[in-house]
T-cell receptor, first 116, second 115 residues
Framework: AQTVTQSQPEMSVQEAETVTLSCTYDTSENNYYLFWYKQPPSRQMILVIRQEAYKQQNATENRFSVNFQKAAKSFSLKISDSQLGDTAMYFCAFMADQTGANNLFFGTGTRLTVIP | GAGVSQSPRYKVAKRGQDVALRCDPISGHVSLFWYQQALGQGPEFLTYFQNEAQLDKSGLPSDRFFAERPEGSVSTLKIQRTQQEDSAVYLC?????????????FGPGTRLTVL
């Protein structure tokens, strides 16, 4: 079974500053995918960034980047130059690389507030 | 183009009532997922469709939960004899192909409250 742990229920950051959200996971799989999803107050879940476990290079998407440590089973999200629109719940999610194993396993989320 | 839509957005049911929640995926998307999100929790997988075939229903919590996608597009999640523990947001997601790593696009969810 897969488990995803987000140990920071709430975080805040000043506008324009940098913040890092933590995520750890547990799996016996060797090949898998990791995701960060953002869920603004309107509740529509949006993909922020994804990482393939077989890739050693950390994924980046504009102001968002990850620090993927496979051995430590850690997958943190760094948001640079935080903006007010970044205020949302952030969920870390795992998907096994298996035929038929299409579903996502989510953590409990981190509520991020960007302070003006 | 239009994203994933869900209706109703809010549903209040009395304990014991049956409810039906609708999901309209992105046009042409092969895969469709249902998740349940309890208050303060992350979404939890319920069931998965590839076109009209329900390939995985391992997450359905009881036989009161039933999902269908008869024509491979719109899907309905039905909950019979609702209980208070069924209160949650029900999220639908779709992805383009049957490949397991395709990005899932989520709808806004249906918030179900069982009194």
């Amino acid at each position: 079974a897969q488990t995803v742990t987000q140990s920071q229920p709430e975080m805040s950051v000043q506008e324009a500053e940098t913040v890092t959200l933590s995520c750890t996971y547990d799996t016996s799989e060797n090949n898998y995918y990791l995701f960060w999803y953002k869920q603004p107050p309107s509740r529509q879940m949006i993909l922020v960034i994804r990482q393939e476990a077989y890739k050693q290079q950390n994924a980046t998407e504009n102001r968002f980047s990850v620090n993927f440590q496979k051995a430590a089973k850690s997958f943190s999200l760094k948001i640079s130059d935080s903006q007010l629109g970044d205020t949302a719940m952030y969920f870390c999610a795992f998907m096994a690389d298996q035929t038929g194993a299409n579903n996502l396993f989510f953590g409990t989320g981190t509520r991020l507030t960007v302070i003006p | 183009g239009a994203g994933v839509s869900q209706s109703p957005r809010y549903k209040v049911a009395k304990r014991g009532q049956d409810v039906a929640l609708r999901c309209d995926p992105i046009s042409g998307h092969v895969s469709l997922f249902w998740y349940q999100q309890a208050l303060g929790q992350g979404p939890e997988f319920l069931t998965y469709f590839q076109n009209e075939a329900q390939l995985d229903k391992s997450g359905l919590p009881s036989d009161r939960f039933f999902a269908e996608r008869p024509e491979g597009s719109v899907s309905t999640l039905k909950i019979q004899r609702t209980q208070q523990e069924d209160s949650a947001v029900y999220l639908c997601a779709s992805s383009l192909r049957e490949r397991f790593a395709d990005t899932q696009y989520f709808g806004p969810g249906t918030r179900l409250t069982v009194l």
